[in-house]
Nanobody, 127 residues
């Protein structure tokens, strides 16, 4: 059974940084894309970025609004994916979750292609 779990959230002032971790278990990690998503109060869950699996190129893809501020990295040996968030803004406040997928690259930004979700970790950015 594929399981993922997030950690590392917290409260930070605007302009600050937070690093989130996603630990995976119960899967051949290298065969999965690991995506990051967020859901702000009253809004739908949205794609933040994804570390694609090595067999699909191992590239990282981001939501446009976080490019240049967020960095996703992947450690296949440890079955971990990290989300380094810099220059945080109040609009980045959300519950951040990671999830696993084996979708085609053309579909890895689509929430419905992810079938293992963590409980999420809250990030609150104050102005």
């Amino acid at each position: 059974q594929v399981q993922v779990a997030e950690s590392g959230g917290g409260s930070v002032q605007a302009g600050g940084s937070v690093r989130l971790s996603c630990a995976a278990s119960g899967l051949n990690f290298r065969n999965y894309h690991i995506g990051w998503f967020r859901q702000a109060p009253g809004k739908e869950r949205e794609f933040v970025g994804v570390a694609s699996r090595p067999g699909s190129g191992g590239n990282v893809y981001y939501k446009e609004s976080v490019k240049g501020r967020f960095i996703i990295s992947r450690d296949n040996a440890k079955k971990m994916v990290y989300l380094q968030m810099n220059d945080l803004k109040p609009e980045d406040t959300a519950l951040y979750s990671c999830a696993a997928s084996q979708a085609a690259l053309s579909a890895i930004r689509q929430l419905e292609m992810y079938y293992s979700w963590g409980q999420g970790t809250q990030v609150t950015v104050s102005s």
